[in-house]
């Protein structure tokens, strides 16, 4: 009975799907089943939207002095990588206390690199423009006391898809201060970014990269998950390294700040070009930290 009923919705579905007018049907090759035209319009027309954006991303490299378009970033994964404490980067009773892991890298074979921006201080409306221009994406630790005269700057970041993340209130060395102290600037932050943007980051990174026992003590009390700092460091005229043979690697996280021709050789835009060019000439895309997370 559940046989020949199988076989009788079999069959109403092909008598269905065989009822199309001429012009909806196209040709199959032999053996193959009807392939309808709405399906392959919409396979079209998703692949001329690649184009267009691919040519949008070809224009604006040219508009902002690139040598060649970023790379589009690999889709995130599925899995997300188990984050680890980097080796030489743990504190006393770190795995034990089940303290927030250190990392310079996110472990993954994509050929991937993470743009990080610290601090606040400069307020580049050309910036803003550029990245959203090229689609690049990154991952801002704001200083509360640098950000709060003009929210509306990082407001726009934050709409276009920007994670804002914690790096304190007021930028101290956090290794000289007491606990209730280090969790006032980590809390503290914690707090400000709800109040202003919506949102309590997991991510904190300590300034200066400075830290102790104390600081993931607190950062773990404040809801923060990761630290990660960065295993490079790009300035508008020169590119750091923290390893030895100065090479990328897949995953490793790259570090800049909002700064401007005050303190740099150059602007934020300059910067943004000479690491574009190197990560572009390296075979590398800009992937979102928190998409690896």
Same mark, same amino acid.
């Given at each position: 009975?559940?046989?020949?009923?199988?076989?009788?919705?079999?069959?109403?579905?092909?008598?269905?799907?065989?009822?199309?007018?001429?012009?909806?049907?196209?040709?199959?090759?032999?053996?193959?089943?009807?392939?309808?035209?709405?399906?392959?319009?919409?396979?079209?027309?998703?692949?001329?939207?690649?184009?267009?954006?691919?040519?949008?991303?070809?224009?604006?490299?040219?508009?902002?002095?690139?040598?060649?378009?970023?790379?589009?970033?690999?889709?995130?994964?599925?899995?997300?990588?188990?984050?680890? /404490?980097?080796?030489?980067? @743990?504190?006393?009773?770190?795995?034990?206390?089940?303290?927030?892991?250190?990392?310079? /890298?996110?472990?993954?074979?994509?050929?991937?690199?993470?743009?990080?921006?610290?601090?606040?201080?400069?307020?580049?409306?050309?910036?803003? *423009?550029?990245?959203?221009?090229?689609?690049?994406?990154?991952?801002?630790?704001?200083?509360?006391?640098?950000?709060?005269?003009?929210?509306? +700057?990082?407001?726009?970041?934050?709409?276009?898809?920007?994670?804002?993340?914690?790096?304190?209130?007021?930028?101290?060395?956090?290794?000289?201060?007491?606990?209730?102290?280090?969790?006032? @600037?980590?809390?503290?932050?914690?707090? +400000?970014?709800?109040?202003?943007?919506?949102?309590?980051?997991?991510?904190?990174?300590?300034?200066?990269?400075?830290?102790?026992? /104390?600081?993931?003590?607190?950062?773990?009390?404040?809801?923060?998950?990761?630290?990660?700092?960065?295993?490079? @460091?790009?300035?508008?005229?020169?590119?750091?390294?923290?390893?030895?043979?100065?090479?990328?690697?897949?995953?490793?996280?790259?570090?800049?700040?909002?700064?401007? *021709?005050?303190?740099?050789?150059?602007?934020?835009?300059?910067?943004?070009?000479?690491?574009?060019? @190197?990560?572009?000439?390296?075979?590398?895309?800009?992937?979102?930290?928190?998409?690896?997370?």
């Amino acid at each position: 009975m559940r046989v020949g009923l199988a076989a009788l919705v079999l069959a109403a579905i092909a008598s269905g799907c065989a009822q199309g007018g001429a012009g909806d049907e196209v040709t199959p090759a032999g053996g193959q089943q009807p392939l309808d035209a709405p399906p392959a319009r919409a396979l079209d027309s998703y692949a001329s939207r690649l184009g267009a954006a691919h040519a949008a991303r070809v224009a604006a490299a040219h508009r902002w002095g690139l040598a060649q378009a970023p790379l589009s970033a690999p889709p995130p994964p599925a899995r997300k990588p188990r984050i680890r /404490t980097r080796e030489g980067f @743990e504190v006393t009773g770190h795995r034990r206390l089940n303290l927030p892991p250190v990392f310079t /890298t996110v472990p993954t074979r994509d050929k991937v690199v993470f743009l990080t921006i610290d601090d606040g201080a400069e307020k580049d409306p050309a910036f803003l *423009r550029m990245m959203s221009d090229l689609d690049v994406p990154y991952t801002a630790f704001l200083s509360g006391y640098l950000v709060k005269d003009d929210p509306r +700057y990082f407001r726009r970041m934050q709409a276009r898809g920007v994670a804002l993340n914690n790096h304190t209130l007021h930028h101290p060395r956090l290794p000289s201060l007491s606990y209730r102290q280090q969790k006032r @600037e980590i809390c503290g932050m914690q707090r +400000y970014l709800a109040k202003r943007f919506g949102t309590r980051p997991a991510l904190f990174r300590p300034p200066y990269g400075s830290y102790d026992r /104390t600081t993931l003590r607190a950062a773990k009390a404040c809801g923060i998950a990761y630290v990660p700092l960065w295993n490079q @460091e790009v300035f508008p005229d020169r590119w750091e390294y923290r390893e030895g043979d100065r090479r990328l690697r897949p995953g490793d996280i790259v570090l800049t700040h909002f700064r401007g *021709r005050e303190q740099w050789k150059g602007s934020m835009a300059d910067m943004i070009r000479r690491f574009l060019n @190197e990560v572009r000439s390296e075979g590398f895309a800009v992937g979102r930290l928190e998409d690896y997370l």
